[in-house]
């Protein structure tokens, strides 16, 4: 069973950058889709950014655009979430999901298999 495991949250000043990683037990991320997704407080868990298995096919949230990129390395199968210019308003908790099947938009209901979370938080 495919368990996708985060790494590398923490707390950060407004304008700084943090690099969160997803990796995976039990399989490989390798085939898989892999989604970032972020819930704060009281608010829907929302796509952050997404990445097909081949890393060819990517998207963003448009409040991310410009500011956050993904990619992947299949050798380590991990995925990574390269978080610059943090604002206040990207504190959340963020998941790692991945799944079978590529989809141009991040429904979390898309989404087979969840890690734990990792919580970012964004504050001087």
């Known amino acids: 069973q495919l368990q996708p495991v985060e790494s590398g949250g923490g707390l950060v000043q407004p304008g700084g950058s943090l690099r969160i990683s997803c990796a995976a037990s039990?399989?490989?991320?390798?085939?898989?889709?892999v989604g970032w997704f972020r819930q704060a407080p009281g608010k829907e868990r929302e796509g952050v950014s997404w990445?097909?298995?081949?890393?060819?096919?990517?998207g963003y949230a448009d409040s991310v655009k410009g500011r956050f990129t993904i990619c992947r390395d299949n050798t380590k199968s991990t995925v990574y979430l390269q978080m610059n210019n943090l604002k206040p308003e990207d504190t959340a908790h963020y998941y790692c999901?991945?799944?079978?099947?590529?989809?141009?938009?991040?429904?979390?209901?898309?989404?087979?298999?969840w890690g734990q979370g990792n919580q970012v938080t964004v504050s001087s």
């Open positions: 999901a991945a799944d079978k099947i590529w989809s141009p938009i991040a429904d979390p209901l898309e989404y087979d298999y």
């Open positions: 990445i097909s298995s081949t890393g060819y096919s990517r």
């Open positions: 039990g399989s490989t991320l390798d085939d898989h889709t």
